[in-house]
């Protein structure tokens, strides 16, 4: 195996900005496993919050709506709800879980949360009961602060036997909840004064994986890996407190909590927040705000440029467009360089388990590297592994195996689930890929995805990307049909743009650029957007499922 220390610094040596990042060192943490962190760093996230507070006071931290708050009023707010959650026996290590939508009452909760040295457990608002259910008590969450349009969706206080009381937000609803507290009544009026101290490994946040396999496994987000990749994404994007980024993403998912708040956080700059991504209202709040940042899913840079008065829009001030979860299609990237010169866009890959940011593409490589999801990012190790944990050479597909401080320490309460997907402080990805000979990253598939058509493997995920370079395509998801014969026939979701598409036209045009038994046999033209998790993720168990 490659040394780890050459690795990254190969890694480290392309520029994402032109200014140099700060050194690394490697230190021992979450028990035997050694990683490369930034020698200068906060310790904490609350440490984050208190620097910006110091440093930027009177800069606009977050702007939701009509309302808005500079840093010192967002540091002093967050410490009053910290003091009102104390009164109510909220302790170091205690869970409170968040199931709130897109809104400052979120990131205000989270701040509280974490000066008290609890964990933060944000819960998806698509979450139905018993996955409500099942993640309090997993968790034992002893606080739930919840929209106040979700009551009647919330279990019976029998099922969830370690709540000891909700906290509803949502205006004048929460106030006729009988069982809940209005969140006007949790903010004390004397502040929690001085954060309770916790250590960088101690775990900050859990976040439920999406569950594809089995239960959800709540994975647990550390001071240091949150800290971290706060601070990866800031270096990356070179941001400072003049930027203003637009959270247009669930902030209860990696995501919005780590690009958005986080990242805006490390740099004391204005976190723009947007109640749920429409198109229309996304470029209204970015031309109003002057948003320079802003991360999403493809789909919706897609979405943008079909908005009617995309072109009369002021968007001038927005300067970098992250991405991930799927592959950008290429004449998305050419619409947007022509319509938008000062725009830079940046793919990044990543999931809950490395707390978001595994390697990040440095924009002037995005559309020459357009297959790739790019370079280890900073103290981030990438390794492709075969199927008996032994790194293979570049150029050859494996297991992507991943390293790091952002890498979570672990499950809460899985040991068993510990043992299968981490070895050695690498999480097993669940990914096939590759890497290449200068080092960028390729995501072909996931293992479930494979297709085996006649002993062939076809990674879905490379018959998508040619698809999604065709200009007709909005959207494309493939997977595997079976077949008695062959075993799996690949099969095409496709969402056009031209209404004139045919399945005839779309395998010719993946004829010329595919292998044959790549080629689509069957595809279907559907109306409606594809089904995507929260994170923008597809949701391929869904298209598999018969029809009717």
């Not at 780890?4 to 943490?29: D, F, K, N, V």
């Not at 003049?242 to 204005?270: E, M, Q, Y």
Request: net charge negative; aromatic share 6%.
């Amino acid at each position: 195996m490659d040394n780890p220390r050459r690795i990254m610094l190969q890694s480290g040596a392309m520029q994402w900005t032109s200014t140099p990042l700060p050194a690394s060192r490697y230190e021992r943490h979450y028990g035997e496993r050694l990683i490369p962190c930034f020698a200068q760093r906060p310790a904490t996230v609350v440490e984050m919050l208190e620097a910006a507070v110091s440093g930027n006071p009177d800069g606009e931290a977050i702007i939701c709506g009509s309302r808005s708050w500079n840093w010192e009023e967002a540091g002093a707010e967050s410490a009053r709800i910290a003091a009102g959650l104390a009164a109510r026996s909220i302790g170091a290590g205690d869970r409170v879980a968040l199931l709130l939508g897109n809104r400052a009452e979120f990131v205000l909760a989270l701040f509280a949360i974490l000066r008290l040295g609890a964990i933060a457990v944000p819960l998806s608002l698509r979450y139905q009961t018993p996955e409500i259910a099942y993640a309090l008590n997993d968790c034992g969450a002893v606080l739930l602060i919840h929209e106040a349009d979700l009551a009647a969706r919330l279990p019976a206080p029998r099922e969830i036997g370690a709540i000891r009381s909700r906290v509803a937000v949502g205006g004048e609803a929460a106030s006729r909840l009988a069982d809940a507290e209005p969140w006007p009544a949790l903010a004390a009026a004397i502040p929690f004064s001085k954060p309770v101290p916790c250590g960088e490994d101690d775990t900050a946040v859990i976040l439920y994986t999406s569950g594809t396999t089995g239960r959800p496994k709540g994975a647990m987000l550390t001071q240091l890996s949150l800290v971290n990749s706060a601070l990866v994404y800031a270096y990356c994007c070179n941001l400072t407190r003049a930027d203003r980024s637009i959270a247009a993403v669930p902030l209860a998912h990696v995501t919005g909590l780590v690009a958005n708040i986080l990242t805006t956080l490390a740099c004391s700059g204005a976190l723009v927040i947007l109640d749920a991504f429409k198109a229309q209202a996304f470029l209204e709040l970015a031309e109003r705000e002057r948003a320079t940042h802003t991360v999403m899913v493809p789909a919706m840079y897609v979405l943008c440029l079909m908005a009617p008065d995309f072109d009369r829009r002021d968007l001038s001030a927005w300067r970098i467009g992250g991405f991930g979860g799927a592959p950008m299609p290429e004449p998305t990237i050419r619409q947007l360089a022509a319509k938008l010169p000062n725009l830079s866009l940046m793919n990044a890959y990543g999931a809950t388990e490395t707390s978001s940011p595994a390697t990040v593409m440095p924009t002037s490589m995005t559309l020459s590297h357009l297959a790739s999801v790019g370079l280890p990012a900073p103290n981030c190790h990438v390794i492709i592994v075969d199927e008996h944990g032994i790194e293979v050479p570049p150029g050859e597909t494996g297991e992507i195996w991943i390293g790091g401080p952002s890498v979570v320490k672990g499950y809460w309460n899985r040991p068993e689930a510990d043992r299968e997907s981490f070895t050695g402080g690498y999480w097993h990805s669940g990914d096939i890929g590759m890497r290449d000979e200068e080092g960028f990253v390729y995501v072909l598939d996931r293992k479930k995805d494979m297709i085996n058509r006649a002993g062939y493997k076809v990674y879905s995920a490379e018959v998508e990307n040619v698809l999604l370079h065709h200009p007709g395509i909005i959207e494309a998801a493939v997977i595997g049909s079976p077949d008695p014969v062959l075993g799996e026939r690949v099969k095409a979701f496709i969402r056009p743009r031209d209404p004139g598409l045919t399945a005839a036209g779309i395998r010719e045009f993946c004829a010329a650029r595919l292998a044959d038994y790549k080629v689509p046999e069957f595809i279907e033209l559907v109306d409606a957007a594809l089904p995507r998790n929260a994170n923008g993720k597809l949701q391929k168990a869904l298209l598999r499922q018969p029809s009717g």
